[in-house]
């Protein structure tokens, strides 16, 4: 199975602030990689697939990268609404894997 | 608007059977591919299955394969997961998603584009 090694586990920061959260795929996935967020109590929203594709109707501040096995989502100018979890996932093939998730604190 | 909502979730004792519903509107069911994640409490998202449009091919990790089973019915909008010899580990919210259909020129991508709220099974004695 294709492990998605997430870090960091927690992070916290401050409004206005840029973060990024990483994925490392143990194996070549291409670009078959999506980023989700989730809210306390809510299912997971998609934002990001295809690795850089971002999904209709999530804020241009949200981005996705790739550099070889390293998968980013990179979040400009952090508001309050972007507190939650987010996880990386790999459908390049099956069994599909998650990331451990990140969950996002804002000062 | 798409819409999924699940149904059929509770407690049950280690063993016994389960069978979850997710009704789905807003979207031409029959043309998606459908899927069940779980998350068990305060932890990650776990893939549990994923069936094809016309219910002829089915997919599972092997920690559920030979005792959850997906189906669907499309005349309905309906996905199903029937699940059997339930674990203590089986405990989690079960989400229905749907499978995006992103063509890149070579193959489809198999995000998750729609979830529904989620319902909870407690496996427990």
């Known amino acids: 199975d294709i492990q998605m090694t997430q870090s960091p586990s927690s992070m916290s920061a401050s409004l206005g602030d840029t973060v990024t959260i990483t994925c490392l795929a143990s194996?070549?996935?291409?670009?078959?990689l999506s980023w989700y967020q989730q809210k306390p109590g809510k299912s997971p929203k998609l934002m990001i697939y295809?690795?850089?594709n971002l999904e209709d109707g999530v804020p241009s501040r949200f981005s996705g990268s790739r550099s070889g096995s390293d998968y980013s989502l990179t979040i400009n100018s952090l508001g309050y609404d972007d507190e939650g979890i987010y996880h990386c996932?790999?459908?390049?093939?099956?069994?599909?894997?998650f990331g451990s998730g990140t969950k996002l604190e804002i000062k | 608007e798409v819409q999924l909502v699940e149904s059929g979730g509770g407690l049950v004792q280690p063993g016994r059977s389960l069978k979850l519903s997710c009704a789905a509107s807003?979207?031409?069911?029959?043309?998606?591919?459908m899927a069940w994640v779980r998350q068990a409490p305060k932890k990650g998202l776990e893939w549990v299955a994923t069936?094809?449009?016309?219910?002829?091919?089915?997919y599972y990790p092997d920690s559920v394969k030979g005792r959850f089973t997906i189906s669907r019915d499309n005349a309905k909008s309906s996905l199903y997961l029937q699940m059997n010899s339930l674990k203590s580990e089986d405990t989690a919210t079960y989400y229905c998603?749907?499978?995006?259909?992103?063509?890149?020129?070579?193959?489809?991508?198999?995000?998750?584009?729609?979830w529904g709220p989620g319902t909870m099974v407690t496996v427990s004695s």
């Open positions: 996932h790999q459908y390049y093939e099956y069994p599909f894997t």
């Open positions: 295809g690795a850089t």
């Open positions: 807003g979207f031409t069911f029959s043309n998606y591919y």
């Open positions: 998603a749907r499978h995006g259909n992103y063509y890149d020129g070579t193959y489809y991508h198999w995000y998750f584009d729609f």
């Open positions: 194996q070549d996935i291409g670009n078959y």
């Open positions: 069936i094809s449009t016309s219910g002829s091919r089915t």
